[in-house]
């Protein structure tokens, strides 16, 4: 980490006053390298005070997403073990494809404050405004025929659901395959692209993208009536750091279970499409059902005029109650 980051995760586990010199040693740069540091956090908005003959102590912090706050509340072996943080780009998914395919490890955490050029499924935009939201991506390699990826999406919506949970006081569905949402609205959604190794037929990477409205948000026109913000919906803040280190933790939980499956027992249960009239897209076709269940292969079990089926690609549009 840069100096920057290091003088602040060490003030934020601090609840006492720690002196320029203390934190110069203990970090093993110069005392100049310490003001300067301070002095960029000051300006970043961080409130630290500098009391004569103590030190710096942190009063509060802006809500701006840091490796140091994240790190504060991640407890995780790898995913997020190691991340890079930006204030912008156009998609961490395109960044993290990028350092996957040049051999980032497992695990790797790419972070922004927002993007340009946000990725939803079948080529969409993401809604990506600053300090708004959470904007992640995991690289990630998991021993898994091609055909099971599906199973990764499945995993992490469950992973989100639990991490939102945790720290607001809402109640959260699944929309398969990959949306989350809170009281009817669209609240995340996660993008889940992977390569794959024609010779073993197994993935080679993937990168999960999840994108989370946290902060209270106006929407543009075409988005107000169908999705919302965790702040929205329950009235208080969700700190954005905790929440990313959340969803690492509630993710390399559930990853053991990515061969048996055990999650989709609560993908069920949180599912908000179970017993509905859905719209089912796949490509040029499209036609209406109605959803039977989830199997444990992430498949929707729909019945139409022509018999049960199961649907392992394409979405689907809830069609109203």
């Known amino acids: 980490m840069s100096t920057r980051n290091d ?12 002196s320029g010199e203390r934190l110069a040693r203990r970090l093993g740069v110069s005392r100049n390298s310490v003001w300067k540091a301070i002095e960029q956090l000051r300006g970043e908005g961080y409130e630290i005070e500098a009391v004569t ?36 780009l156009d998609s961490t998914n395109t960044r993290a494809k990028a350092i996957a395919a040049t051999g980032a490890p497992h695990g790797y955490l790419v972070v922004a404050e927002s993007q340009s050029g946000g990725k939803g499924r079948m080529g969409r935009a993401f809604f990506s405004p600053e300090h708004s939201g ?24 469950v992973a989100v659901a639990r991490a939102i949970e945790a720290l607001a006081d809402v109640d959260v569905k699944i929309k398969w395959v990959n949306d989350l949402f809170i009281n009817d609205r669209k ?28 902060a209270a948000m106006a929407f543009p026109e075409e988005l107000k009536d169908i999705a919302t913000s965790i702040e929205n919906e329950c009235g208080a803040p969700v700190n954005r750091s905790r929440l990313i280190a959340e ?24 599912s908000n499409v179970i017993g509905r009239d ?6 040029d076709e499209r036609f209406e059902a109605h959803a039977l269940d989830i199997d444990d292969q992430g498949r929707l079990v729909i019945r139409t005029a022509g018999g049960i089926s199961r649907v392992d690609s394409g979405e689907i549009s809830l069609k109203l109650k």
């Open 134 to 157: 959470v904007y992640i991506t995991y690289v990630l390699r998991p021993k898994l025929l091609a055909e099971r990826a599906v199973m990764i999406t499945s995993m992490a919506a």
């Open 278 to 283: 859905v719209l089912v897209m796949r490509g």
């Open 7 to 18: 003088v602040l995760q060490t003030l934020m586990a601090q609840e006492e006053a720690i």
């Open 187 to 214: 609240v995340c959604g996660i993008l889940c692209e992977a390569s794959m190794d024609f010779e073993s037929g197994q993935l080679e990477y993937a990168v999960l993208g999840i994108g989370v409205n946290v």
């Open 53 to 88: 003959n103590r030190g710096y102590r942190l009063l509060s912090a802006p809500d701006r997403v840091s490796e140091p706050e994240i790190r504060r509340w991640l407890r995780t072996q790898t995913l997020g073990a190691r991340m890079e943080v930006h204030d912008a």
């Open 247 to 270: 969803i690492s933790n509630q993710l390399e939980l559930l990853y053991g279970q990515l061969d048996s499956c055990e999650f989709m027992q609560e993908s069920r249960a949180r």
